[in-house]
């Protein structure tokens, strides 16, 4: 049974880069499967950040893409989110998820809060 | 990109049946068949209750079920239970090989 937690800071300055990492345990993530980030600011929907599959090929939310950044460590099995450049408005649960190869978040971490002020 | 329309509320009582729509474009619900849909309680993850518009993920109730018929997908939850009180996003891969969840819909039994 695959299972995934979200790691990092609560808490982020404006104009500061925002870096998660999320562990992946009971799947390795060289698997066939994508890997993604999702957040939800409170009390709103679901945003969709990107994905990432092991052959590097990577795929980003173009209202976000100049500021974001997933990477893949195989040799810890963790995946990470780097989010520069960061504003109130980035302030979100953020989530990580296995994605499967027909776009779907199969497996999602807890999410973790991270809150972007001065 | 935008998001995909939701109504924000849906609500039914115990037993009855319920269906979430879902509009898109072309672009995205109407072009492919990767459309899913999460139900996600308060202050949980959201879980994956459908794939590929109409397959359900193994343990997820035969109470819910998918489709689509042009740019709309819908989500429908047939006798419905308390525990069903959630909230539901639908999701589409686009033909820009980006992702776009909806804006939710509230179900109140």
């Known amino acids: 049974q695959v299972q995934l937690q979200e790691s990092g800071p609560g808490l982020v300055k404006p104009s500061e880069t925002l870096s998660l990492t999320c562990t992946v345990s009971?799947?390795?993530?060289?698997?066939?499967?994508?890997w993604g980030w999702i957040r939800q600011p409170p009390g709103k929907g679901l945003e969709w950040i990107g994905h990432?599959?092991?052959?590097?090929?990577?795929y980003y939310n173009p209202s976000l893409k100049s500021r974001v950044s997933i990477s893949l460590d195989t040799s810890k099995n963790q995946f990470s989110l780097k989010l520069s450049s960061v504003t109130a408005a980035d302030t979100a649960v953020y989530y990580c998820?296995?994605?499967?190869?027909?776009?779907?978040?199969?497996?999602w971490g807890q999410g973790t809060l991270v809150t972007v002020s001065s | 990109q935008s998001a995909l329309t939701q109504s924000a509320s849906v609500s039914g009582s115990p037993g009855q049946s319920i269906t979430i729509s879902c509009t898109g474009t072309?672009?995205?619900?109407?072009?492919?068949?990767?459309v899913s849909w999460y139900q996600q309680h308060p202050g949980k993850a959201p879980k994956l209750m459908i794939y590929?518009?109409?397959n359900r993920p193994s343990g997820v109730s035969n109470r819910f079920s998918g489709s689509k018929s042009g740019n709309t997908a819908s989500l429908t939850i047939s006798g419905l239970q308390a525990e069903d009180e959630a909230d539901y996003y639908c999701?589409?891969?686009?033909?820009?090989?980006?992702?776009?969840f909806g804006t939710g819909t509230k179900v109140t039994v």
């Open positions: 009971g799947y390795s993530i060289s698997g066939g499967y994508y």
């Open positions: 590929d518009v109409s």
């Open positions: 072309s672009s995205d619900v109407g072009g492919h068949n990767y």
């Open positions: 999701s589409s891969y686009t033909s820009s090989s980006s992702y776009v």
């Open positions: 990432m599959y092991p052959n590097g090929n990577t």
């Open positions: 998820a296995r994605v499967a190869s027909g776009w779907y978040c199969d497996s």
